[in-house]
Structure formats: structure tokens, C-alpha cells
T-cell receptor
Framework: DSGVTQTPKHLITATGQRVTLRCSPR?????VYWYQQSLDQGLQFLIQ???????AKGNILERFSAQQFPDLHSELNLSSLELGDSALYFC?????????????FGPGTRLLVL | AQTVTQSQPEMSVQEAETVTLSCTYD???????LFWYKQPPSRQMILVIR??????QNATENRFSVNFQKAAKSFSLKISDSQLGDAAMYFC???????????FGAGTRLTVKP
């Protein structure tokens, strides 16, 4: 158990819908990362937050948005969902959000868009 | 754009033997970080080992070691005394020093035969 929690574990929805994925970082970690892992593929970095502010942006679509709240939990919002958005979405956290740090991954949210 | 290439989609090793997983990357930066992550069937991402590009000494973590060749942009993972629990997908990852760029390879599926 990494100490990072993600809810829900599974999500099934239809094309065109909007969903919100939630992540709670490890106690004391200020930085949160979001990743997308499509079927049998590597991870794609989406976005990073540090203490409520966006720190780095990867391959995040305009239909996707994220935020980190004052209590440090983060939400990833996915809208106008398409079949290709079906994937495993991981959240990770680290203490200060610097490159050398170990990122601790949550168990992921599996999203299926029908 | 930086790319990370894992040329071996699948590898197999006999229990107690040694196996090496390959990774090459492309970057114009001189300072960066490289990581190997393990993803067992549970899908949890676990950091195996990391290497700072400015360090010439190869990183080692128990049975896991790397062969970092900076000029060749190569970062291979050696697993010694392979155990059944080592069976997993292994991902090579690159992160820029400023944290703005993080990329993963497509992964290598390692099977350990008893």
C-alpha cells in the first residue's frame, strides 16, 4: 500500500459524458501527478500539481482538466468522453514535486467508455 | 521531443538466472533522471531503481542494477537471481531536471520460469 488513494476503482460511462476521478496523496506529500495508461501501453504523463498550483503539463487533452484543493487532494475531470479515453488513470504523489523524488502511485481508476 | 524506447516487448528468464532489459532514450538535455518501474498483475506501479544523469556510478538496489551509458543514451536494467515475484511489466522512464517532461517506454513483459 503506497498511501495514495484513488476513487472510484472502476467507472463505466457512455460517450459524451463527464466524469471526475479523485486522488488523495500520501500524508505530507505536496505534489500530485496524473497519468493515463491505455490498454497494454506505457504511461502518459498528463499533469502535475504542487501545493495547489499547476507545476508541469504533459499530454493532457483540452477536454481534460485537473485541480488540487487546499487539503491537497486532487481531481481529474474528463469531459466529452470518447471510446479512446478508456484507460487506467493513475495518480501519484511525492513530497516536493522535484524530479529526483520517488513518486508513489495509487492503485488507479479503470475507466471504460461505452 | 524526448522519446524512450524499450525494444524488447517480452523477455523470459529462468528462476535464479540473470536477465537484462534494454532501454534507450533521446534527449538534448545534459541533466535528467532515469527510472525503472515495475508493474505486476495488480497494476500498481512500483519504483525499482533510479539514476541521476550527472552521476557516473551505476545505481544498484539489492538484486537490481543498471548499466547507464550516457553518451549512448542507454539505460538497461539487470535483474540478478531472478525470483518468481519479479514477473511483471517493466517500464523505463525519463524525467527532465526541471520536471516539465516525463516519458515512459512501452514496457517489457518479463516472465520468470520456475
Amino acid at each position: 500500500d503506497s498511501g495514495v488513494t484513488q476513487t472510484p476503482k472502476h467507472l463505466i460511462t457512455a460517450t459524451g459524458q463527464r466524469v471526475t476521478l479523485r486522488c488523495s496523496p500520501r500524508s505530507g506529500d505536496l505534489s500530485v501527478y496524473w497519468y493515463q495508461q491505455s490498454l497494454d501501453q506505457g504511461l502518459q504523463f498528463l499533469i502535475q500539481y504542487y501545493n495547489g498550483e499547476e507545476r508541469a503539463k504533459g499530454n493532457i487533452l483540452e477536454r481534460f482538466s485537473a485541480q488540487q484543493f487546499p487539503d491537497l487532494h486532487s481531481e481529474l475531470n474528463l469531459s466529452s468522453l470518447e471510446l479512446g479515453d478508456s484507460a487506467l488513470y493513475f495518480c501519484a504523489s511525492s513530497p516536493r514535486g522535484v524530479s529526483i523524488e520517488t513518486q508513489y502511485f495509487g492503485p488507479g481508476t479503470r475507466l471504460l467508455v461505452l | 521531443a524526448q522519446t524512450v524506447t524499450q525494444s524488447q516487448p517480452e523477455m523470459s528468464v529462468q528462476e535464479a538466472e540473470t536477465v537484462t532489459l534494454s532501454c534507450t532514450y533521446d534527449t538534448s538535455e545534459s541533466d535528467y533522471y532515469l527510472f525503472w518501474y515495475k508493474q505486476p498483475p495488480s497494476r500498481q506501479m512500483i519504483l525499482v531503481i533510479r539514476q541521476e544523469a550527472y552521476k557516473q556510478q551505476n545505481a544498484t538496489e539489492n538484486r537490481f542494477s543498471v548499466n547507464f551509458q550516457k553518451a549512448a543514451k542507454s539505460f538497461s536494467l539487470k535483474i540478478s537471481d531472478s525470483q518468481l515475484g519479479d514477473a511483471a511489466m517493466y517500464f523505463c522512464a525519463y524525467r527532465s531536471a526541471d520536471g516539465n517532461d516525463m516519458r515512459f517506454g512501452a514496457g517489457t513483459r518479463l516472465t520468470v520460469k520456475p
